[in-house]
C-alpha cells in the first residue's frame, strides 16, 4: 500500500510540473541568443498595419513577452480600449474569449532599477502597469503625443518605423466616454493581428 501511495505522489508531481511547462504564459519567454531586434506588425480593421521595431537589448523580458504573446496569437481580435488623442493609444486587455492569461512581468524602467533610456515620444511602444511596477502583463500603448513623466517609470520597448500616421488616426477618430480615454465596446479599435517578423 506504501508502495502504491509513492508510486502516486511521484506521478502527481511529474504531471504538476508538465503542467507548469505547459502553461499559456508568456512571463518566463526568452529570445533567440544574440537577436537583440525584433520586428512587428499590428494590423487594425479598418485602418492598416503599424510597422514596429522592438528593442530586446534595452528591455528583453518585455519584448520577450510580447513575442511570445503574439506569436501565440493572444492580441488577434482585442481592442485598443483606452484612447487620448495628443498622448496614447492603449490596448491588448484579455476578454472573455482569451484562451491566455497573460503573468506579470518585471517592470524594465529606471524607478525600478533598470536604466531604460527609451523616452516616451510619439511613436515610442510602452507596456502599462497597474501602481505595482512589476503588474504589466500583456497591455500596452503606442505614443501619439510626448510624455516626459512616463520616462523612468514605464517600459518603453520600441518605437513604431511605417504607420504612425495610423496610430494618430486612431486617436484623432476615438470619442472616450472620460477623462482616462475610456472607449465605448462597440466603437473600440479591433487589432486584427500581430504578427512578429523576425
Not at 11 to 35: K, R
Not at 130 to 158: C, E, R, W
Not at 184 to 195: F, G, R, T, W
Amino acid at each position: 500500500m506504501k508502495k502504491i501511495f509513492v508510486t502516486l505522489a511521484a506521478l502527481l508531481l511529474v504531471l504538476s510540473l508538465a503542467a507548469c511547462g505547459s502553461s499559456s504564459s508568456a512571463s518566463d519567454a526568452t529570445l533567440p541568443a544574440g537577436q537583440k531586434l525584433f520586428h512587428a506588425e499590428i494590423t487594425v480593421k479598418n485602418y492598416g498595419t503599424v510597422k514596429l521595431e522592438l528593442d530586446a537589448e534595452t528591455a528583453p523580458i518585455t519584448v520577450a513577452n510580447f513575442v511570445s504573446l503574439a506569436k501565440q496569437g493572444f492580441y488577434d481580435g482585442l481592442t485598443f480600449h483606452r484612447i487620448i488623442d495628443g498622448f496614447m493609444i492603449q490596448g491588448g486587455a484579455p476578454n472573455s474569449a482569451s484562451k491566455i492569461t497573460p503573468k506579470t512581468i518585471k517592470g524594465e524602467f529606471k524607478s525600478n532599477g533598470v536604466e531604460n533610456p527609451i523616452k516616451h515620444v510619439p511613436g515610442v511602444i510602452s507596456m502599462a502597469r497597474a501602481n505595482d511596477k512589476n503588474s504589466a502583463s500583456s497591455q500596452f500603448f503606442i505614443m501619439v503625443g510626448t510624455a516626459p513623466h512616463l520616462d523612468g517609470n514605464y517600459a518603453a520597448f520600441g518605437h513604431v518605423t511605417e504607420g504612425l500616421e495610423i496610430v494618430q488616426k486612431i486617436a484623432k477618430d476615438a470619442k472616450p466616454v472620460d477623462n482616462n480615454g475610456t472607449i465605448p465596446a462597440a466603437q473600440q479599435p479591433v487589432i486584427e493581428k500581430v504578427v512578429i517578423t523576425d
